[in-house]
């Protein structure tokens, strides 16, 4: 069974900087796609990175050119760099595998 835990959260400030960390373990054979979703107080939760097993990424747009999201199969460990944090970026943070197998998330705060 795929299991996945986050690590990394915490409080910045603004314009303040945060690596998330997300351990995979358990049944990877068949993954493609590792990504990150946040999920905000009283929003919904939604896509902030994605990357597949080739290297290609895709990003929301609103952290476009912040946020970078990078890939170590050897150590099956997912990595999100973030960059220029905004208070708008305050959430909890979750890995997810193909979007099938999710984290238990990580809070982020970025006070003003």
């Known amino acids: 069974q795929v299991q996945l835990v986050e690590s990394g959260g915490g409080l910045v400030q603004a314009g303040g900087s945060l690596r998330l960390s997300c351990a995979l373990s358990?049944?990877?054979?068949?993954?493609?796609?590792m990504g990150w979703n946040r999920q905000a107080p009283g929003k919904e939760r939604e896509q902030v990175a994605s990357i597949s097993t080739d290297g290609s990424t895709t990003y929301a747009d609103s952290v476009q050119g912040r946020f970078t999201i990078s890939r170590d199969n050897g150590r099956n460990m997912v990595y999100l760099e973030m960059n220029n944090l905004k208070p708008d970026d305050t959430a909890v943070y979750y890995c997810h595998a193909d979007w099938e197998f999710w984290g238990q998330g990580t809070q982020v705060t970025v006070s003003s």
């Open positions: 358990g049944g990877l054979f068949n993954i493609n796609t």
